[in-house]
């Protein structure tokens, strides 16, 4: 089973991901976090402070990243987010503006030559990523919003971003034709309905893959990506 766990920023990804493969055994694949992609790909710079041609970088090193992991994987496992996660964030920057928090109170950003070019290579970008996900991606487990935002200071983003995000994510599962269940309540309920939905045999208990869970997130490095030393940078 390639199984993909899906939604938006803040919903839980990463900590029912890894319950996920504690629970059936199916290893983990993650990309590495902007956090941790910043540093040694544009040192100095937060998210927010990134270029339209700087983003598209950044999607493209996690996207490929993303894929060599999943190759190493031939057997199965579950995939925190997907290729259609950086794809879907660099094009709902289209319509929120490059640096959404920018533009929380606009309907509409300026649509600037830098933007129209940026859109359109986000267009382009978009056909690797969905057949990338057509091809790699058995199901999807859809996280839905259900919690606020956390505000971490790191990623620039607003619920306006997030509900695009969401929306856009699920309209294009539905148009690639990938089953796909959207999964909500605690992490305990969740586990319990990726269970049922796909008839996994349990490895331990769900309480202890939670609890095993929690200790694997509590060791992620949050360091946020201006503190970190950008040894081993490469331009």
Request: with cysteine.
């Given at each position: 089973?390639?199984?993909a766990?899906?939604?938006t920023?803040?919903?839980?990804?990463?900590?029912?991901?890894m319950?996920?493969?504690?629970?059936?055994?199916?290893?983990?694949?993650?990309?590495?976090?902007?956090?941790?992609?910043?540093?040694?790909?544009?040192p100095?710079?937060?998210?927010?402070?990134?270029?339209?041609?700087e983003i598209?970088?950044?999607?493209?090193?996690?996207?490929?990243?993303?894929?060599?992991?999943e190759?190493?994987?031939?057997?199965g496992?579950v995939?925190d987010?997907?290729?259609?996660?950086?794809?879907?964030?660099?094009?709902?920057?289209?319509?929120?503006?490059?640096?959404?928090?920018?533009?929380?109170?606009?309907?509409?950003?300026?649509?600037?030559?830098?933007?129209?070019?940026?859109?359109?290579?986000?267009?382009?970008?978009?056909?690797?990523?969905?057949?990338?996900?057509?091809?790699?991606?058995?199901s999807?487990?859809?996280?839905?919003?259900?919690?606020?935002?956390?505000?971490?200071?790191?990623?620039?983003?607003?619920?306006?971003?997030?509900?695009?995000?969401?929306?856009?994510?699920?309209?294009?599962?539905?148009?690639?034709g990938?089953?796909?269940?959207?999964v909500?309540?605690?992490?305990?309920?969740?586990?319990?309905?990726?269970?049922?939905?796909y008839?996994?045999?349990?490895?331990?208990?769900?309480?202890?893959?939670?609890?095993?869970?929690?200790?694997?997130?509590?060791?992620?490095?949050?360091t946020?990506?201006?503190?970190?030393?950008?040894?081993?940078?490469v331009?």
């Amino acid at each position: 089973m390639r199984l993909a766990i899906s939604g938006t920023y803040s919903v839980g990804k990463t900590l029912t991901t890894m319950a996920v493969s504690h629970l059936t055994g199916l290893p983990r694949s993650a990309a590495l976090t902007m956090r941790e992609l910043l540093p040694i790909s544009v040192p100095g710079k937060t998210l927010e402070e990134c270029t339209a041609a700087e983003i598209i970088m950044l999607i493209t090193r996690r996207n490929q990243g993303r894929a060599v992991n999943e190759s190493h994987l031939p057997d199965g496992f579950v995939s925190d987010g997907s290729s259609l996660h950086e794809w879907c964030y660099g094009t709902v920057r289209v319509l929120v503006g490059i640096n959404p928090n920018e533009s929380v109170d606009l309907e509409n950003v300026e649509l600037t030559d830098e933007l129209s070019f940026y859109a359109e290579v986000m267009r382009q970008i978009g056909v690797p990523a969905k057949q990338h996900a057509k091809q790699s991606y058995d199901s999807f487990v859809h996280l839905p919003i259900e919690f606020p935002l956390v505000e971490d200071g790191h990623r620039p983003v607003n619920e306006r971003f997030r509900a695009l995000a969401d929306r856009m994510l699920l309209e294009n599962l539905e148009e690639l034709g990938i089953p796909v269940h959207i999964v909500g309540g605690t992490i305990p309920q969740r586990l319990q309905k990726i269970l049922d939905i796909y008839g996994f045999a349990p490895r331990m208990s769900i309480d202890e893959a939670i609890e095993r869970a929690q200790a694997d997130y509590a060791r992620i490095d949050t360091t946020p990506e201006a503190q970190r030393a950008p040894a081993g940078a490469v331009r």
